[in-house]
């Protein structure tokens, strides 16, 4: 039972590289997000995904872009990192069967750390 | 999405019952309440929902009065082990169509010997 894999779980970047994130969950969940954690500021929400080919902005989504062009699979880039996009970021998934105002069990990942020079 | 205000740390010695309390003044009518808990260098993990009264499972209790205004999580016997983040979270957003799930700070519990 592998639940929601993150992919790479450690990277150094220097000012203006690319590089992206990969998060997959083997648990047909329509729903998957993504996060960041910073020291002090617990869990804010970047982007998510409510099915294959959808995305929207989440609390901080500006220097990131996503794309989920498979159910299992939902992609965080960051096109030219920064300094202030060093962070741990979690991915993670849930159902979409659901009524309203519940959301559910999430299942998140064990976490990707980034540190840009 | 109902804000949720909650104590950014607490400290309680092994083996005492340990009540983090939760206020979200705006609760709406449809809205559940979930606990969260996370382990340094881990993601947060899925503790207990409730929509109220009481609900109880094999690791805490979460108690929600007739109002719905606030919530109490409850962690019986506390160790060591428990030291964690726990976040409160109240619905999910209308403006994301109840898809958008977030976080706050959390409350830190740092249990003592």
């Known amino acids: 039972n592998a639940g929601v894999t993150q992919t790479p779980k450690f990277r150094v970047l220097k000012t203006g590289q690319s590089m992206t994130l990969l998060c997959a969950q083997d648990?047909?969940?329509?729903?998957m997000y993504w996060y960041r954690q910073d020291p002090g500021m617990g869990l804010r929400l970047i982007h998510y995904s409510v099915g294959e080919g959808t995305t929207a902005k989440g609390e901080v989504p500006d220097g990131y872009n996503v794309s989920r062009l498979k159910k299992q699979n939902f992609l965080l880039g960051l096109e030219s990192a920064a300094p202030s996009q060093t962070s741990v970021y979690f991915c993670?998934?849930?159902?979409?069967?659901?009524?309203?105002?519940?959301?559910?069990?999430?299942?998140f990942g064990e976490g990707s750390r980034l540190t840009v020079l | 999405l109902a804000k949720t205000t909650q104590p950014i740390s607490m400290d309680s010695y092994e083996g005492q019952e340990v009540n983090i309390t939760c206020s979200h003044n705006?609760?709406?009518?449809?809205?559940?309440i979930t606990w969260y808990q996370q382990f340094p260098s881990q993601g947060p993990r899925f503790i207990i929902q409730?929509?109220?009264t009481k609900v109880t499972n094999e690791v805490a209790s979460l108690f929600i009065p007739a109002d719905r205004k606030s919530s109490t999580l409850s962690l019986p016997r506390v160790s060591l082990s428990d030291t964690a983040v726990y976040y409160c979270?109240?619905?999910?957003?209308?403006?994301?169509?109840?898809?958008?799930?977030?976080f706050g700070i959390g409350t830190k519990l740092q249990v003592i010997p």
């Open positions: 648990m047909n969940h329509e729903y």
């Open positions: 409730g929509y109220k």
């Open positions: 993670a998934s849930r159902t979409g069967l659901a009524p309203e105002g519940y959301t559910g069990e999430l299942f």
């Open positions: 705006n609760i709406a009518t449809n809205d559940y």
């Open positions: 979270l109240v619905g999910a957003s209308r403006s994301g169509g109840y898809q958008k799930v977030t």
